[in-house]
């Protein structure tokens, strides 16, 4: 077998495991004398064939998103003029989806760190002594026993 067949079927056997089947299932249907020898030709043309860096695939899914979003947009204004209310919503909903994911994949979502300025003006004396006091402010209260219901005999 020729490197570029044997490439097709690294890269048929890997996209096999991407869809779930086990590696006996991927030798079997592929062509490889056992479980052992499909993932070592995988684990191989993985390293020989290393996906794109994280923030290439990050701009490419984003380009794609906002492409798909721009043609949700035509698509409404088609909607409007035509006066398909239920398709416009339709396209609105997908559209704010859409709009989400992209902000989540640039990373507007991430919580922005809020530095907050403590300053204690008590001593730990004072704190205790404002504490007991309003301890000892609480109500007291004492426990009665309601009375037996008497029966009549």
Partial sequence: ??????NKRCEQAWELRCSGRTWSEVA?????NSPQAALKAVKSWLEKNPPDELETMRRASGDMLTRGIDKLFK????AEQRGELRTLAELVKVAFDGIDKRAKL???WVAVPTQVD???TQTMTE???DT?????DAIDA???ELPAERSEA
């Avoid at 698509?75 to 088609?78: F, L, R």
Wanted: no cysteine.
């Fill in 118 to 120: 403590v300053t204690v």
């Fill in 142 to 144: 004492e426990v009665v």
């Fill in 132 to 136: 007991r006091a309003r301890l000892l």
């Fill in 75 to 78: 698509a409404m204004e088609v």
């Fill in 127 to 129: 704190i205790l002594t």
């Fill in 28 to 32: 079997r249907e592929v062509g490889y």
């Fill in 106 to 108: 640039r990373g507007e």
């Fill in 1 to 6: 077998m020729n490197r570029k067949a044997s």
